[in-house]
């Protein structure tokens, strides 16, 4: 059996706001946005790099999924994002703004450190060892 995660849902306030941070800010490409109605969009960004998997911002529609914006896995770190260079990307989290739960530390498998998205999901953000 050949299985792999494709997407990620992700909930958002709104898909512009959501667009700009994770492409302006986390580096991300826009996959896709496609208009599926006035109040739906099938709106997909991915980090730049070879994994395939992306994430799916979709708008929070019911009271249910407005409560949970920024708080799917109950207030533990949500994804976590590799990188080639975390300092780099730790100066750009600093220049815009974006709030730094816990600053770069090493750990056994590398360099990470946690920050909040728009919403106050919690990411880490790792540079594993080599060989990790």
């Known amino acids: 059996m050949n299985q792999q995660l494709n997407k990620i849902a992700l909930l958002v306030n709104d898909y512009d706001e959501a667009i700009a941070f994770y492409v302006n800010i ?3 490409e826009l996959i896709e946005d496609t208009v599926l109605s006035p109040s739906k969009r099938w709106v997909v960004v991915k980090p730049k790099g070879a994994g395939q998997c992306g994430l799916l911002l979709a708008k929070a529609a019911t009271t249910v999924q407005k409560n949970a914006i920024g708080n799917q896995t109950g207030g533990r770190v949500f994804l976590f994002l590799y990188t080639d260079d975390l300092d780099r990307d730790h100066q750009n989290l600093l220049q815009h703004h974006v709030q730094i739960i816990r600053e770069p530390s090493n750990e056994g498998f590398g360099r990470v450190l946690v ?5 106050g999901n919690l990411w880490d953000l790792i540079q594993p060892d080599e060989g990790t």
């Open 26 to 28: 986390l580096k991300f």
């Open 115 to 119: 920050f909040a998205d728009l919403y």
